[in-house]
């Protein structure tokens, strides 16, 4: 029987590894029962026919098994399908090993285009999913500053649309290849797997995969997910934990976070998520850069490319409770939009947290939403009051507006949204009427330039609005834990 190189990839997506010799690459995806993405915080993998077993967690970990081989580290760009064929919808991963512009493009056997993506994107792992309407033979081609590549994808089904779109871009698995251990392994042998990840305050187990391994594969490893309940709101503080296989789990709560500055902040989980509970309000970011202050009077100050933070309403006690107005420049401190959920942009949050995304907002109006204590009205996207703070709103006489107390209380949720305002050239206003935040996640939009995507919280909406806001205007932020 031949012998291998068995090469055991963990990561949320997996990249091409290219090796002079025959291998085997197992790259591991978490879904539960809907078939929604979910996080796999370790694998155990076991070969029964010889009768060892390694377990690999996330998310630093590409586990080599070898005979006498080790490791050989993949130093140029690459593309992964998965899978292939498919019925309708599929996902690549393009593997860069630098920021650079690439170009996609989807042609049939004829050489008509059904779709392209052509953008700057960062060094490592950026996935894709692709949507073809038509059965047939297609060629989908990469063009980086390392040439072209291409591979032949066959659709069996049909999508509403033709389209390549980002899903995540850029560090979306945060693979490193690291040399390990080797273990023998042969084409044939019977393998087994299973998924371990962090619910809360307990370990979800997957269900156990069992296979004779011959060639290379993409292993879903399906979790059943409880639904989520009231219980997984708490106000005052947020579990973390360790995922160790067999084990327990070592899990502890957080009540706040601390910035460079030693400012605190009170946290609070909100579904899946733990968010600061209020607005930042440091003066430079974690390696101790200060944010410059900007001014009113300045149009130099006014910037979609230098960073500044300004006082709300222009009164400095404001800042204690209702932390700065930051750019987007400010916010981001020179990393570069993500659309992926977590970001991954850690801008001027402190260390352990990041700018959400337009993703991971979303995420959490959906959870909100989803749950009938914190709706207002009936509608459940009338979830404005329950994410609001309690004080600071002007006055207003909808019963689901958060400037109507009278009605029913703000925050049950404990997120305390607050009306800071906004900065736009040359005056600060809006204080009392808005509390606006800035999300990781840029758009454009034709006659005022570059824009992110933001969330508006107004004194008289029962909504939370995503609203598109100039870079150089200046808002609040809430940052994310990792």
Request: hydrophobic letters at 35%.
């Amino acid at each position: 029987m031949k012998k291998v190189a068995f090469f055991l990839l963990f990561a949320v997506m997996g990249i091409t590894v290219s090796l002079a010799q025959q291998t085997v690459t197992l790259t591991f995806t978490g879904i539960d029962q809907n078939n929604t993405y979910r996080r796999i915080d370790s694998v155990k993998v076991e070969n029964q026919t010889r009768n060892w077993s390694e377990t690999i967690c996330f998310p630093d970990t590409v586990y080599a098994l070898s005979v006498g081989t080790g490791v050989v580290n993949y130093q140029g760009n690459g593309m992964h399908v998965m899978t292939n064929p498919f019925a309708g919808k599929t996902r690549v991963n393009i593997l860069t090993v630098k920021d650079e512009v690439v170009n996609m493009k989807l042609v049939d056997v004829s050489g008509k285009t059904y779709a392209g993506y052509n953008a700057r994107l960062s060094a490592g792992n950026n996935l894709f999913e692709i949507s073809l309407t038509t059965p047939q033979m297609y060629i989908l081609s990469l063009r980086t500053s390392e040439g072209m590549r291409s591979v032949k994808l066959l659709n069996t089904g049909r999508a509403d649309v033709n389209r390549i779109s980002p899903i995540c871009e850029g560090d979306c698995a945060k693979v490193s290849i690291k040399a390990t251990k080797s273990h023998e392994f042969e084409l044939g042998d019977e393998m087994q797997y299973v998924g371990y990840s962090i619910y809360y305050d307990s370990i979800l187990t997957s269900m156990v995969v069992t296979q004779s391994q011959f060639t290379d594969e993409v292993i879903a490893l399906e979790f059943d997910v409880p639904t989520p309940d009231s219980n997984l709101t708490n106000l005052n503080s947020c579990v973390v934990g360790v995922v160790k296989p067999n084990e327990t789990g070592v899990f502890n709560h957080i009540t706040a976070v601390s910035d460079y500055e030693g400012n605190t902040y009170q946290v609070v989980q909100i579904g899946g998520q733990c968010w600061m509970k209020e607005n930042l309000r440091s003066t430079c970011y974690a390696d101790g850069t200060l944010i410059p202050s900007g001014t009113t009077s300045s149009g130099n100050m006014h910037s979609y490319s230098e960073p500044y933070r300004y006082v709300p309403d222009n009164n400095a006690s404001n800042v204690s409770l209702y932390g700065y107005l930051y750019n987007w420049p400010a916010v981001m401190h020179d990393d570069t939009s993500s659309v992926t959920n977590p970001s991954g942009v850690h801008g001027v949050c402190p260390t352990g947290w990041h700018v959400p995304s337009d993703a991971e907002w979303t995420q959490l109006t959906n959870y909100v939403g989803c749950q009938s204590q914190y709706v207002c009205g009936g509608d459940s996207t009338y979830v404005g009051k329950a994410l609001s703070a309690t004080t600071g709103w002007i006055s207003s006489g909808g019963e689901c507006h958060p400037g109507n107390q009278a009605a029913t209380e703000n925050n049950s949720t404990g997120f305390s949204a607050r009306p800071a305002g906004q900065f736009f050239y040359p005056q600060i206003d809006f204080f009392g009427y808005l509390g606006c935040y800035w999300t990781a996640t840029q758009t454009t939009n034709n006659g005022w330039g570059t824009k992110s995507w933001g969330r508006q919280f107004q004194w008289s909406s029962a909504t939370v609005v995503r609203s598109d806001i100039p870079k150089q205007d200046a808002i609040s932020v809430r940052c994310l834990r990792d």
